[in-house]
């Protein structure tokens, strides 16, 4: 695990935005594990990110997770411009349902917290926003369901490689 990413092997990436819930984090890290794709964790999160809550919330899936710390969005949007990454933010203030999204094999998906989402600038700054639709009244989907819903049809989409 790392903090000062250089350059990550092509691929899916799962990035959190300063993730709130441990669980929905550890849960979201096995989804990466089992499905072979990136993680990157912008801080600051709501919890205590150290290793050991990390290996505790991923249970003994952590091992076989690319996982990168970024220590805020700066660094993350640095580095994924360097690496000429398309940001797609997941986003219920989105208009374009994730199902008739035209996904790329080495696109980043970008998760909110869970209590706020990601502010304004971050919203502005990704490449594209898709949303899941949903029946009316309700307000979101748990992020670690949204994570596997889109990065099935990610998957779907680009090919599934082990």
Known sequence: ???????LPAGLRIALYQPDIPGNTGTILRLAACLGLGVDIIEPAGFDISDRNLKRSGMDYLSAVTLVRHVNWQRFDDWRRSESRRLVLASTKAAHPYADFEFR???ILLF????AGVP?????M???RILIPMVA???????????????GEALRQTGFSE
């Open 120 to 124: 304004d600038n971050v919203h502005e």
């Open 137 to 151: 009244g309700q307000r979101s989907i748990n992020v670690a369901m949204s994570a596997a819903m889109i990065a």
């Open 112 to 115: 909110g917290r869970e209590s």
């Open 126 to 128: 990704a490449d594209a």
């Open 105 to 107: 094999r080495d696109d």
């Open 1 to 7: 695990m790392s903090d000062l990413p250089t350059s």
